[in-house]
């Protein structure tokens, strides 16, 4: 059995802010050693269930914060970017399940550094439906018809995995104060939390389905001022909706969906104020 782990980093515990996920800033070193930390307490405990193979995908920023020195020897790594398929590279039909890990809410919504993808996205629409990263990546998983057996992060996220995808096992390490404050599980104890979670959601993964993507999904993007639509409008097949900062794209499957959201997103970033 092979499981597939995405690992954000904002919602992996203790960590409340900026200066943790930015590899800038003051905290990101001990944030680095705790996501690793948290990776191999869910890696050990998927071994004990059973599995046979487990891949990890770095999915935050770089996606280069795991330590590979420190990782459990067993797992496999992906690391660093550009990636095709970003947060859940190398995801394909092989895998009886995946398992978002230090995962947070969506833009616009309560919880801790809840975004989307970049801090100019509002929504992120699939057929009018609004989705964060979890969506998204759940709806990329679903393409390959694997299950997201459990999402690991803060409360807010938990309550949206549980929304999106009915039965799921949610694991919470930190409560939302605020975006920017938390009430936190230590790495320890959070650890315990995982483990056990962990081997529930492995029980539980044939009473899952996929979260099943629709065929030729129309993907729109709501950015927080027009310079990002501008930008994003760039990619061929893709228009702003008159008088809004949305843009859309009429996509074949969710993958080119998911990929063209890279695309857009990447290109809005290059809008020189906001």
């Known amino acids: ?47 004990e269930s059973g599995c046979e193979e ?18 459990h ?48 996205v509002r929504n992120f ?17 679903g393409h390959f018809g694997v299950p997201v057996l459990m999402v690991a992060g803060d409360d807010c996220a938990a309550r949206e995995a549980e929304a999106l995808i009915p039965g799921i096992t949610t694991a919470v390490v930190k409560e939302t104060i605020s975006r920017s404050a938390v009430k936190s599980l230590t790495p320890k104890k959070a650890g315990e939390v995982l483990q056990q979670k962990v081997k529930e959601a492995l029980a539980n993964k044939d009473n899952l389905k996929p979260l099943t993507p629709p065929e030729n999904p129309v993907l729109k993007i709501e950015f927080t001022n027009y310079g990002e639509a501008e930008w994003a409008s760039l990619m061929p097949g893709v228009e702003i909706l008159p008088g809004t900062t949305t843009v859309r794209y009429e996509a074949e499957n969710i993958i080119e969906a998911y990929q063209a959201m890279l695309v857009m997103t990447e290109l809005a970033m290059r809008t020189s104020f906001s």
């Open 54 to 71: 487990v891949l990890v995908n770095d999915s935050h920023s770089k996606m280069n914060n795991i330590m590979i020195e420190e990782l």
């Open 73 to 120: 020897p067993e797992a496999q790594l992906i690391t660093g970017d550009v990636k095709p398929l970003s947060m859940v590279q190398s995801l394909d039909e092989s895998y009886a399940g995946a398992m978002f890990i230090g995962y947070h809410a969506r833009a616009g919504q309560r919880g801790v550094m809840s975004h989307s993808m970049i801090f100019g």
């Open 1 to 47: 059995m092979k499981l597939f782990l995405s690992v954000d980093m904002e919602g992996i515990t203790g960590l409340p802010d900026d200066t943790y996920v930015d590899s800038s800033k003051l905290n990101y070193d001990r944030a680095r050693r705790i996501m690793t930390g948290e990776t191999n307490y869910v890696i050990e405990a998927a071994y």
């Open 125 to 141: 629409y699939i057929n009018d439906v609004a989705v964060g990263e979890l969506g998204f990546n759940a709806y990329v998983a």
